[in-house]
């Protein structure tokens, strides 16, 4: 089987458990790094940010006295969980990141051509995931504090990330939950996170029919899981000296990304926007020139035989699917069949 139907099939059971579990009074707890909303009423399952966020807005003498203990182990269970499985959060659980995947699959089924974003382009906004963390770090921890000298936010800035991320409008949605979709007028603050919430949704859903995991490319979490990069138990590794620079794994990556296409001295290449969907590792014609691994052991590699069967298996599918054409045709015009 394919890796990429492998993928999909994990990717389809977890947002049903993630959006759904709770319906069975189970729960993996609040510290995973992904988009699970908290805003599900039944997820199995919450994304970090919205707890983190609300323990930064704590005055510093709560935060490290009376919550200390709470806080770290709630920092400890994420950093488990970020450590063993890494990148492959964005890859292969995070519901919105399914979710962008069925919006590509919807788009190319209707016939409509992606695009891509010039290289320069995407080294330019490279910058916003990373403030968007900073932002959502800074901001809270101003509600009970003053930073700098400077007055204290209002409590409504509280959770700033999870009142604009889309996943708040969008993801209670598959529950029956419409309450999310509201610009809500109660004040200044939310007057304006509430807007940039249904923009953002909005940019989600659109994006989605231009480029692939467009949303990916701003996402803090990504920025966050970043860091376990290095240290992660799931790695990808390139064999520089197999590698004949074909731009397969460029051109199949969702998230575009040219360095493990470019670089042949570095061995480890999972990089900030890098998710593990291992499709690179799919679609590359050369014996162990990329390699997937858990604690440095290989899991994965590409292989020239892999590839050369999966090419024959699609054009088997391509001819017939031409075929079916052609017999339909006859059908409904004979005439035009036979010329």
């Known amino acids: 089987m394919r890796i990429d139907r492998i993928r999909l099939f994990v990717q389809t059971l977890c947002f049903v458990f993630l959006i759904y579990g709770g319906l069975s009074v189970f729960s993996i707890g609040s510290a995973i790094?992904?988009?699970?909303?908290?805003?599900?009423?039944?997820?199995?399952?919450?994304?970090?940010?919205?707890?983190?966020q609300r323990f930064l807005s704590m005055p510093w003498a709560s935060l490290f006295g009376s919550a200390a203990i709470p806080f770290l182990v709630y920092l400890g269970t994420f950093f488990i969980w970020a450590l063993v499985f890494g990148k492959t959060f964005c890859g292969w659980i995070c519901p919105l990141g399914f979710l962008q995947?069925?919006?590509?699959?919807?788009?190319?089924?209707?016939?409509?051509?992606?695009?891509?974003?010039?290289?320069?382009?995407?080294?330019?906004?490279?910058?916003?995931?990373?403030?968007?963390?900073?932002?959502?770090?800074?901001?809270?921890?101003?509600?009970?504090?003053?930073?700098?000298?400077?007055?204290?936010?209002?409590?409504?800035?509280?959770?700033?990330?999870?009142?604009?991320?889309?996943?708040?409008?969008?993801?209670?949605?598959?529950?029956?939950?419409?309450?999310?979709?509201?610009?809500?007028?109660?004040?200044?603050?939310?007057?304006?996170?509430?807007?940039?919430?249904?923009?953002?949704?909005?940019l989600f859903l659109v994006g989605g029919f231009v480029k692939r995991r467009y949303i990916c490319a701003f996402c803090p979490m990504a920025a966050l899981l970043s860091l376990f990069d290095r240290i992660g138990l799931v790695g990808l590794k390139k064999k520089g000296e197999a590698c004949t620079c074909c731009g397969n794994c460029f051109r199949a990556c969702p998230m575009e990304i040219r360095e493990i296409a470019e670089l042949r001295d570095k061995k480890h290449i999972v990089t900030q926007d890098c998710m593990l969907c291992m499709r690179c590792i799919e679609v590359c014609p050369e014996n162990k020139a990329l390699t997937a691994t858990i604690i440095g052991l290989p899991v994965f590699s590409a292989s020239a035989e892999g590839f050369l069967k999966r090419q024959a298996k699609t054009a088997y599918a391509a001819k017939a699917h031409d075929d079916a054409k052609v017999l339909q045709d006859s059908v409904t015009d004979p005439e035009s069949a036979s010329r």
């Not at 908290?38 to 707890?51: D, K, T, W």
């Not at 089924?109 to 320069?120: H, T, Y």
């Open 33 to 52: 790094p992904t988009m699970a909303c908290i805003y599900a009423e039944n997820r199995g399952g919450s994304c970090f940010l919205y707890p983190f």
């Open 101 to 202: 995947d069925m919006i590509t699959k919807i788009r190319e089924w209707v016939g409509i051509d992606g695009s891509r974003f010039a290289w320069k382009t995407r080294d330019r906004f490279q910058w916003v995931k990373y403030a968007l963390l900073v932002l959502l770090i800074l901001l809270p921890m101003g509600i009970g504090n003053s930073l700098m000298g400077l007055p204290r936010f209002t409590a409504d800035l509280a959770v700033p990330f999870c009142q604009i991320c889309p996943g708040k409008p969008i993801i209670p949605l598959f529950a029956g939950d419409t309450s999310h979709l509201i610009i809500d007028f109660s004040s200044a603050t939310k007057l304006i996170l509430s807007s940039l919430s249904m923009l953002i949704a909005g």
